[in-house]
């Protein structure tokens, strides 16, 4: 038997899409909506106290021109960039193997290495700050590029593993097996069959990684401190100490902080979806 369809009519139906939702949304959108228009006030309207009303004066490209032409905030940018697509790039590539292996090989510990990927993700990483700093000290990492890289590939791959290999376990072993008669080798199985399949779980999982990383701040603060190296998000946190209460200013650079995973987030939009639902139909 099919189940029933969830009725769409009703006091709580009414009450869900009439009241609950709009406030979701408002609630929502508020904070992004005041960066949004502080980015565009003028400083006299700021030190005026006109934080939430309607801007007197929109000083739309004079804000976002002056974060560019006053600080460094096309060098944040560039770091990000520089950090979080190899760290993205390698986090996957590593998870989606050993995603494979535990999902398709069967091997003395598959289980305990499975439960350890697990664990790991409970592990709150703060309580490792001093270990991974004073480990990056002693390496020659610390300040650099790579230290942040090599951070968020080790500690992203624990989480993305996990998502890979619950994707993998779901491609008929008899896909496989047909492949190895065949005498496939087992890196043209995975590239050739694995990968083509798992391809917008990949997709989901690149948009959701870049995302983290992008967005970190506390291991930018940790593992550098020179503008040089410094990601976007502990960039905006040093626009405070240049520009003071200069809130529009700040506001500006957030705005422009968000728009590579908004952008990423649209462009593999269809991917993305496909991938989280993959699999939500069966059984």
Same mark, same amino acid.
């Given at each position: 038997m099919f189940p029933k369809p969830i009725k769409k009519s009703g006091r709580f139906a009414n009450i869900s899409y009439r009241v609950a939702l709009p406030i979701s949304i408002v609630?929502?959108?508020l904070p992004l909506?005041? $960066?949004?228009?502080?980015? +565009?006030?003028?400083? =006299?309207? +700021? *030190?005026?106290?006109?934080?939430?009303?309607?801007? =007197?004066?929109? *000083?739309? !490209?004079? *804000?976002?021109? =002056? $974060?560019?032409? &006053?600080? &460094?905030m096309g060098q944040y940018l560039l770091n990000s960039l520089l950090i979080t697509l190899p760290a993205v790039a390698g986090a996957v590539a590593l998870s989606t193997l050993a995603g494979f292996a535990l999902a398709k090989y069967n091997f003395r510990?598959? $289980?305990? !290495?499975?439960?350890?990927?697990i664990g790991g993700n409970f592990v709150p990483f703060?309580?490792?700050?001093?270990p991974v700093r004073d480990l990056t000290i002693d390496l020659g990492l610390y300040d650099t590029h790579w230290a942040l890289i090599v951070f968020h590939i080790a500690?992203?791959?624990?989480?993305?593993?996990?998502?890979?290999?619950n994707f993998i376990v779901g491609i008929p072993d008899a896909l496989i097996e047909a492949a190895r008669v065949e005498g496939v080798s087992e890196w043209k199985i995975f590239w050739h069959i694995v990968l083509p399949l798992v391809r917008p779980a990949l997709a989901a999982l690149a948009v959701l990684v870049f995302t983290f990383i992008w967005n970190d701040f506390f291991w930018a603060l940790v593992l550098v401190q020179s503008d040089e190296v410094r990601p976007v998000t502990a960039g905006l946190s040093s626009l405070q100490g240049q520009w003071l209460s200069s809130w529009q200013f700040m506001s500006a650079g957030a705005v422009v902080a968000a728009v590579p995973p908004v952008l990423l987030f649209f462009t593999m939009q269809r991917h993305f979806i496909t991938g989280l639902t993959l699999g939500a139909t069966k059984g």
């Amino acid at each position: 038997m099919f189940p029933k369809p969830i009725k769409k009519s009703g006091r709580f139906a009414n009450i869900s899409y009439r009241v609950a939702l709009p406030i979701s949304i408002v609630l929502w959108l508020l904070p992004l909506i005041a $960066v949004m228009m502080t980015s +565009i006030r003028s400083i =006299e309207d +700021i *030190n005026k106290g006109n934080y939430w009303g309607w801007p =007197e004066s929109f *000083n739309f !490209i004079e *804000n976002y021109t =002056e $974060v560019f032409a &006053s600080t &460094s905030m096309g060098q944040y940018l560039l770091n990000s960039l520089l950090i979080t697509l190899p760290a993205v790039a390698g986090a996957v590539a590593l998870s989606t193997l050993a995603g494979f292996a535990l999902a398709k090989y069967n091997f003395r510990g598959n $289980v305990w !290495i499975f439960a350890a990927f697990i664990g790991g993700n409970f592990v709150p990483f703060q309580i490792l700050m001093i270990p991974v700093r004073d480990l990056t000290i002693d390496l020659g990492l610390y300040d650099t590029h790579w230290a942040l890289i090599v951070f968020h590939i080790a500690f992203q791959s624990g989480f993305c593993t996990l998502f890979m290999r619950n994707f993998i376990v779901g491609i008929p072993d008899a896909l496989i097996e047909a492949a190895r008669v065949e005498g496939v080798s087992e890196w043209k199985i995975f590239w050739h069959i694995v990968l083509p399949l798992v391809r917008p779980a990949l997709a989901a999982l690149a948009v959701l990684v870049f995302t983290f990383i992008w967005n970190d701040f506390f291991w930018a603060l940790v593992l550098v401190q020179s503008d040089e190296v410094r990601p976007v998000t502990a960039g905006l946190s040093s626009l405070q100490g240049q520009w003071l209460s200069s809130w529009q200013f700040m506001s500006a650079g957030a705005v422009v902080a968000a728009v590579p995973p908004v952008l990423l987030f649209f462009t593999m939009q269809r991917h993305f979806i496909t991938g989280l639902t993959l699999g939500a139909t069966k059984g």
